[in-house]
């Protein structure tokens, strides 16, 4: 392969092709826009949907927050959140899992906010006619001259750059492991099904009465999670701003109801498949209020749109919000990187993609461990038991340890003005910001 060139000039700047509109790729899209790198988006479905519950953002986001403009309504759009109060079915508390001063140590407070608030910030801050509505890909080809998309409709779009960011059903993969299989390239486990174990019902409510739901009315999120003591459930609540509560219920599955479950496998998300699952819990028990509240409070007060039944694929599905984090730490990586390239030759793509692939990947394997033993914390059986009492009564320097670890990891994008860290906890050394630092400031 010849050698890459970082300190040439760029003769021509890639054209990017980004498949899918969630939260990795409109994140992409954002910061080529800034770094001023030709793209468009293409995503599957005809509207964008306010589907999904809350997130948990901390310091992790804060400072990519800041560089591209949202930080201050992202913070009036949402709660600070210091715990995660475990409850059980009787509405008794159980422990409570402490998030820690992460504005000491990682400088920035953690908050929570609706899944589709933060879409809906950062959507605005893309073009509309750079977003293509659907668009699902059926194949792709790549050759000498670039990469070529073939969509539904019949139509095909040319780029230099191919972007896969459409899920774990994703077409751009699915077209990829076509050929790598051709090739004898593609590993045994990737030809395997997606395992999962676990269905997700997810909501977000309108406005609730604040006289019933006296939780909405304190400045900071009542985040709660209720264990049940006999059942294959576990359920969640947010109080959120503007008197709303986003609530999911995760389902573990056993070999029939995984069964029962598979005709959702290459299904989006809709409303209509959560009626059987609604009904189902709605008797289920939620902390707070008068002491009678039950999921079907919130159920009654959410919009059927704002309803959803998901899949939990293990392997590309990391609980605690740990798939969202990775989405928008990669696109950061994945930017600065396009940022330097010097030509759009296929040599100087592969060593980038290269670079991005060495670093993203130790977190992505982090990622998916500990998302599942954060699972493991509201599954069933021994090991779960076992997992949360180790929770319960895990020592404070060891609760110190992991959220150190965690508010380590705060990217920044190199071609926008950097912000100052204040965390007593330094940041993680980031490869693609001290790498292509290097490189704009030499050129």
């Not at 972007?163 to 774990?168: N, Q, R």
């Not at 592969?350 to 993609?353: G, L, P, T």
């Given at each position: 392969?010849?050698?890459?060139?970082?300190?040439?000039?760029?003769t021509?700047?890639?054209?990017?092709?980004?498949v899918?509109a969630?939260?990795?790729?409109?994140?992409?899209?954002?910061?080529?826009?800034?770094?001023?790198?030709?793209y468009?988006?293409?995503?599957?479905?005809?509207?964008?949907?306010p589907?999904g519950?809350?997130?948990y953002?901390?310091?992790n986001?804060a400072?990519?927050f800041?560089?591209?403009?949202?930080?201050?309504e992202?913070?009036?759009?949402a709660?600070s959140?210091?715990?995660i109060?475990?409850?059980?079915?009787?509405?008794?508390?159980?422990f409570?899992?402490?998030?820690?001063?992460?504005?000491?140590?990682?400088g920035?407070v953690?908050?929570?906010?609706?899944?589709?608030?933060?879409?809906?910030?950062l959507?605005k801050?893309?073009?509309s006619?750079?977003?293509h509505?659907?668009?699902?890909?059926?194949?792709?080809?790549?050759?000498?001259?670039g990469v070529?998309i073939?969509?539904s409709?019949?139509?095909?779009?040319?780029?230099?750059i191919l972007?896969?960011?459409?899920?774990?059903y994703?077409?751009?993969r699915?077209?990829?492991f076509?050929?790598?299989?051709?090739d004898?390239?593609l590993?045994?486990s990737?030809?395997?099904?997606?395992?999962?174990?676990?269905?997700?019902?997810v909501?977000?409510?309108?406005q609730?009465?604040?006289a019933?739901?006296?939780?909405?009315?304190?400045?900071?999120?009542?985040?709660?999670?209720t264990?049940?003591?006999?059942?294959p459930?576990?359920?969640?609540?947010?109080t959120t701003a503007?008197?709303r509560?986003?609530?999911?219920?995760?389902?573990?599955?056993?070999?029939?109801?995984?069964?029962?479950?598979?005709?959702?496998r290459?299904?989006e998300?809709?409303?209509?498949?959560?009626?059987?699952?609604?009904?189902e819990?709605?008797?289920?028990?939620?902390?707070?209020g008068?002491g009678?509240?039950?999921?079907g409070?919130l159920?009654?007060?959410?919009?059927?749109k704002?309803?959803s039944?998901?899949?939990?694929?293990e392997k590309?599905?990391p609980?605690g919000a740990?798939?969202?984090?990775?989405?928008f730490h990669d696109?950061?990586?994945?930017?600065n990187?396009?940022?330097?390239?010097p030509s759009?030759?296929?040599?100087d793509a592969?060593?980038?993609?290269k670079?991005?692939?060495?670093?993203r990947?130790?977190y992505?394997k982090?990622?998916?461990?500990?998302?599942?033993t954060m699972?493991?914390?509201s599954a069933t059986g021994?090991?779960?038991?076992?997992?949360?009492?180790?929770?319960?009564?895990?020592?404070?320097?060891?609760?110190?340890?992991?959220?150190?670890?965690?508010?380590?990891?705060?990217?920044?994008?190199?071609?926008?003005?950097?912000?100052?860290?204040?965390?007593?906890?330094?940041?993680?050394?980031?490869p693609?910001?001290?790498?292509?630092?290097?490189?704009?400031?030499?050129?």
């Open positions: 392969m010849p050698p890459f060139h970082p300190l040439i000039q760029p021509g700047r890639p054209k990017v092709l980004i899918g969630g939260l990795a790729g409109i994140t992409l899209a954002i910061l080529l826009e800034k770094a001023g790198v030709p468009d988006v293409y995503e599957r479905a005809t509207e964008v949907k589907l519950a809350a997130l953002i901390g310091p986001m400072p990519l800041h560089q591209i403009g949202i930080y201050d992202f913070v009036s759009r709660k959140c210091h715990s109060d475990i409850f059980d079915e009787q509405r008794q508390p159980s409570t899992i402490e998030l820690g001063d992460t504005k000491e140590i990682g920035f953690g908050y929570v906010l609706p899944r589709s608030s933060l879409y809906e910030i959507l801050q893309v073009p006619e750079r977003v509505m659907g668009k699902k890909v059926l194949s792709t080809l790549q050759n000498e001259n070529m073939r969509c409709d019949g139509s095909t779009v040319e780029g230099d972007v896969g960011a459409d899920g774990a994703s077409g751009v699915q077209s990829l076509q050929r790598l299989k051709k004898g390239h590993p045994g990737d030809m395997e099904c997606l395992p999962y174990s676990c269905v997700r019902l909501g977000h409510s309108d609730l009465d604040p019933k739901f006296p939780e909405m009315k304190d400045q900071a999120c009542h985040f709660t999670h264990l049940a003591d006999d059942k459930y576990s359920w969640l609540t947010w503007d008197d509560i986003c609530w999911g219920v995760n389902q573990y599955l056993d070999k029939k109801s995984i069964k029962d479950n598979d005709t959702f290459n299904t998300w809709r409303a209509e498949m959560t009626e059987a699952m609604c009904k819990v709605r008797g289920f028990s939620i902390p707070g008068d009678t509240l039950t999921l409070d159920i009654d007060n959410t919009p059927k704002n309803i039944k998901v899949m939990l694929e590309v599905n609980a740990q798939g969202a984090l990775l989405a696109a950061i990586a994945l930017a990187w396009i940022n330097i390239l759009t030759s296929i040599e592969e060593m980038i993609f670079e991005y692939r060495d670093e990947m130790p992505a982090g990622a998916n461990t500990q998302g599942h699972a493991q914390v021994i090991k779960a038991s076992i997992i949360r009492y180790f929770v319960k009564n895990i020592p404070a320097f060891v609760q110190r340890s992991f959220q150190t670890k965690n508010v380590a990891t705060r990217p920044q994008v190199s071609f926008l003005p950097l912000v100052e860290d204040k965390g007593t906890v330094k940041p993680a050394h980031q693609s910001l001290h790498k292509t630092l290097e490189i704009l400031q030499k050129r």
